[in-house]
Nanobody, 126 residues
């Protein structure tokens, strides 16, 4: 069974940092591009960042550019999202997703992904 499990969420003060992890089981992340998305109640799911299967290229939404960094470790079957300078507006549930594509591309459109995790809550508040 293909499964993604996110971890690392929690409560942090404004200006703080968190590192989210995404672990894959039942398949290897090689040849998959990976995306991080977020969603608040009543809002549409939006793309935060994505990384190509090789890890050579990444893309970021404008609202996290310069604050968040996506990385991957194919040997460990893991993807990470380092989030710095967190703001209250970053308070949402964060999801990772995977899509098989060995070319060097990735997508911030949630419709392009087939495998999803259950998400981890990030709350930024003083």
């Amino acid at each position: 069974q293909l499964q993604l499990v996110e971890s690392g969420g929690g409560l942090v003060q404004p200006g703080g940092s968190l590192r989210l992890s995404c672990a894959a089981s039942g398949f290897t992340l090689d040849y998959h591009y990976i995306g991080w998305f977020r969603q608040a109640p009543g809002k549409e799911r939006e793309g935060v960042s994505c990384i190509t299967s090789s890890g050579a290229l990444a893309n970021y939404a404008h609202f996290v550019q310069g604050r968040f960094t996506i990385t991957r470790d194919n040997a460990q079957n893991m993807v990470y999202l380092q989030m710095n300078s967190l703001k209250p507006d970053d308070t949402e549930r964060y999801f990772c997703a995977a899509e098989y594509d060995p070319t060097d591309r990735c997508s911030l459109d949630p419709r392009d992904y087939d495998v999803w995790g259950q998400g981890t809550q990030v709350t930024v508040s003083s």
